[in-house]
């Protein structure tokens, strides 16, 4: 009688969350990978294209619709998509680093399945091995909100995905050379705007209407400055959170970042330029796409409008005026601002300071001294499967020690399911720095110049800083961030400049959960991929 009430009470469980996923609806999109001609600078590049594109297809969906993704590799090498900004909510097993997946073998495929559970916004996909992404294959991400959800602002006439970032005329494979002999990469050869160079893509607009232009910076190195000839960028999402709508000339974005403007056609009709240039670099790069009124008779005209170039000020500043919009509903009915994030007391602060330091001659990048390596085996296999020796928990110290002594490991840090930390980014080198945390929003509580000391909580923003994924930190300054530890899993904390991030400045947080409950963990995947140590073993049943 008692195996009856408990098949029962299974059974009714399992219909129970069929149908609470059956809401949701599924989009099941399918890729090929493969290597192409392109021409993005002017010359023959070997690039990746997915289904014969670059960029790649955008990605439309809705709050909590249910992605199926095939994709199927027909490079050379392995292969792994990551999804910049998608939070795959107790679900790890989909980020798409190595870290958490098996490469997808050339000739091979694998189906990644994930939900854009309770999130809106602009992000973008990547691929994240091999240093592929210095060839392509990367596409935009609009997650929209549920036709019942109020936007604190009218529908735009249309919307636009902007994809910029730095670009080499190199081979990406020539690129890895450089970075594997133990040398920084050289200084980009210019910059794209959606795949193409100097004034070669055209967005068309009709007078008097207002657009969305979703800009994110795919690039590998630079931090970028965005505007338009003429016209005013009005700031209202930044990586999912909706902000006060403020009023810019030009907007610096860096490595990693995504936002959305609008922007009103107000101007006399023509066509203007729509301007990308690098932000703290030795020589700045330009490049230019068109803004052509549909009823414009005259080409772009006068000059390139400028921008701030090394200056550093106005950026810190700008960064500074990015606030939420406490009214305004995100994903949910309920305001941004029902949730107080500068009412809860961080548990415990950790400190992440990176460096530039040379390890057996040749170059690396670090965080707190140590150098990322990856293991034979993705960490959130071995973790599952309890494989010793591939990974240990506390191999990353979660304070900067003294000296510079940095040394390779594959490290990880360990945190507890529903912690409340701060984290606080210190930068003592030259450069911008951007830093990206898979699974999570965080919220950019404050940044200055110096050392970070506990009085620098007296000048935190506890009300109404934005939330987002992506942070920069400015030279010889330090950020600092509150999270909430509400995802659990294996996830990549990383510098958005690739070169860095390939050689070392990254490691993995594992959030754990002691009740092995799929109400805080998602099972493993059936179709998971099965590489390194974990070869052989096998997934689950159902």
């Known amino acids: ?29 399918t890729w090929k990978v493969t290597y192409g001609d392109i021409y993005p600078l002017g010359v023959k590049q070997q690039g990746i294209l997915i289904n014969g594109q670059f960029p790649g297809p955008q990605i439309d969906a809705v709050t909590n619709d249910n992605l199926i993704i095939s ?36 000739g091979k495929n694998f189906t990644y399945v994930l939900q854009v559970k309770d999130q809106i916004g602009s992000f973008f996909y990547f691929p994240s091995l091999l240093l592929h992404k210095a060839a392509g294959g990367y596409g935009g991400i609009r997650i929209w909100s549920r036709p019942k959800i109020p936007v604190p602002f009218p529908t735009p006439a249309g919307d636009f995905t902007v994809l910029a970032g730095d670009w080499y005329k190199r081979n990406h494979y020539v690129l890895r050379r450089f970075l594997d002999s133990g040398h920084n990469l050289p200084f980009p050869d210019g910059l794209l705007i959606n795949g193409r160079g100097w004034n070669g893509y055209t967005f068309t607009v009709d007078p008097g209407r207002t657009y969305r232009f979703r800009v994110s910076n795919v690039g590998l190195t630079t931090s970028i400055n965005f505007r338009i000839q003429g016209h005013k ?8 959170s909706h ?23 107000d101007q006399v009709p023509q066509d ?24 414009s008779k005259k080409g772009v005209s006068g000059p390139v409008p400028g921008a701030p170039t090394f200056q550093i000020a106005p950026s810190v500043q700008q960064a500074r005026s990015i606030r939420w919009n406490l009214t305004a509903s995100g994903p949910r009915p309920n305001p941004q601002g029902s949730y107080h994030y500068g009412m809860i007391t961080p548990s415990r602060t950790i400190m992440l300071a990176n460096s530039a330091p040379y390890i057996n001659g040749k170059q690396r990048y670090a965080v707190n001294c140590v150098s990322y ?41 360990a945190a507890n399911f529903r912690e409340y930390v701060e984290i606080v980014f210190q930068n003592w080198e030259d450069s911008v720095q951007s830093w990206h945390i898979d699974g999570y929003s965080f919220f950019v509580v404050g940044m200055d110049g110096g050392q970070w000391t506990a009085a620098s909580r007296a000048n935190y923003n506890l009300r109404d800083t934005v939330a ?24 990549n904390i990383r510098s958005e400049n690739w070169a860095r991030q390939y050689l070392g400045q990254q490691f993995y947080l594992r959030v754990y959960s002691p009740a092995n409950s799929w109400r805080d963990e998602l099972p493993i995947p059936k179709n998971a991929l099965l590489c390194g140590r974990a070869r052989g073993r096998h997934t689950r049943p159902l």
């Open 243 to 265: 902000t006060l709508q403020n009023t810019y000339t030009s907007f610096d974005i860096h490595l990693g970042q995504s936002c959305s403007f609008l922007v009103t056609a």
């Open 272 to 295: 203007y330029y729509v301007v990308v240039s690098s932000r703290f670099t030795r020589r700045v790069l330009t490049t230019t796409a068109i803004l052509h009124y549909s009823n």
């Open 233 to 240: 960028l009005k700031l209202i999402e930044v990586e999912g």
């Open 373 to 413: 390596v990856p293991a034979d085996t993705p960490l959130k296999l071995a973790d599952y499967f309890k494989i010793p020796g591939v990974f240990n928990l506390g191999s990353i110290p979660t304070w900067p020690p003294s000296g510079n002594n940095a040394y390779f490991q594959t490290s990880v840090m």
């Open 71 to 106: 994709v199927y590799n027909y490079l050379n090498e392995p292969f792994l998509i990551s999804w910049n900004g998608v939070q795959q909510r107790r679900n790890s097993w989909q980020d798409g680093v190595s870290g958490t997946n098996c490469p997808i073998r050339p």
């Open 468 to 491: 987002r994924c992506t942070t920069q930190v400015y030279p010889r300054s330090w950020t600092a961030i509150y999270m909430a530890l509400d995802n659990v899993g294996m996830w």
């Open 1 to 29: 009688m008692e195996d009856r009430k408990l098949l029962l009470c299974c059974f009714i469980a399992c219909i129970l969350f069929v149908d609470v996923n059956g809401e949701n609806p599924y989009r099941y999109i």
